[in-house]
């Protein structure tokens, strides 16, 4: 049986006052900042074993790794943004992390605020409190989640949906109704995977928006988690088709496309 870990929690308070000192920094002088304990953390009381300080060490080497192999600290010539799908995998293995703990905000300040600024902000430059306090959208929050809830270990290639682009991983993550269950939420990744392969780039974002709103609108109907992953991927691919159906007819890509789906 997997152990359950907890991790260490920076309370909101000591998280603002963290952003206050990150302020102003250079990347190098938010490494020298960077620790993998603070006398801010606080752990729960009802148990549990804590994460080894030595492993978030090792998390940390593993991403600066990962980050300068893209151009880190530098980002003239960097590729920030393929550091996401590069390090999405890195920190779901890295942290043995239960979906519970993973839903806490105060574990991913800690893990941003205090372990990682540095990568944080090279990332997304500026002190930018939605990409460093916990939330949706912070820095190693979602990515996490990503590679939780996409990662397919039946496919011959387990990480390619985290290669969507990065408004449709947005779209997808930031509607819980639709991504809360891995099973269903793989499978709603793998229909927009099509869009994006098929549909021309100036009717891919409108596509995929519109495949999103006609899943929410059917979940009242049907409930997408009780369904066989045959019935799950019959309906989606029907949603999917009836969306590419609104691709101009013009386009041949995408005509054969939709004969495909």
């Known amino acids: 049986m997997t152990e359950h870990f907890v991790f260490p929690r920076l309370p909101m308070a000591a998280a603002r006052a963290r952003i206050g000192q990150l302020e102003g ?22 148990g549990g074993t804590r994460f080894p300080t030595a ?32 390090a999405a995998p890195v920190l779901l293995k890295g942290l043995s992390m239960r979906p519970g703990e993973a839903c806490r905000t105060d574990v991913w300040s800690f893990v941003t605020l205090q372990l990682l600024p540095d990568i944080a902000v090279w990332r997304f430059p500026g002190v930018s409190e939605r990409r460093l306090l916990g939330g949706v959208r912070n820095t190693f929050q979602r990515l996490w989640w990503r590679a939780y ?35 269903v939420t793989r499978a709603i990744a793998k229909c927009v995977k099509v ?10 974002e409108n596509a995929w928006r519109l495949a999103y709103k006609r899943i929410r609108q059917r979940m009242p109907l049907v409930n997408l988690e009780a369904l066989e992953p045959e019935e799950l991927d019959r309906q989606l691919r029907a949603i999917c088709r009836s969306v590419m159906n609104q691709v101009p007819e013009q386009d041949p890509v995408a005509t054969v496309a939709k004969s495909e789906v």
């Open 55 to 86: 492993r978030l060490e090792n998390l940390r080497i593993e991403l600066l790794t990962c980050a300068r192999e893209l151009g880190f600290p530098s980002r003239v010539g960097s590729d920030p943004v393929r550091f996401d799908f590069i």
């Open 195 to 204: 869009i994006v392969d098929t549909v021309p780039t100036s009717s891919r």
């Open 25 to 46: 920094k250079t990347l190098d002088e938010l490494g020298a900042m960077a620790s993998a304990s603070s006398a801010e953390a606080i752990y729960p009381a009802t």
């Open 149 to 183: 809830l996409l990662h397919d270990p039946q496919d011959t290639d387990p990480w390619r949906l985290l290669r969507l682009p990065e408004d449709a991983l947005v779209g997808l993550f930031e509607r819980p109704a639709i991504s809360s269950n891995p099973q």
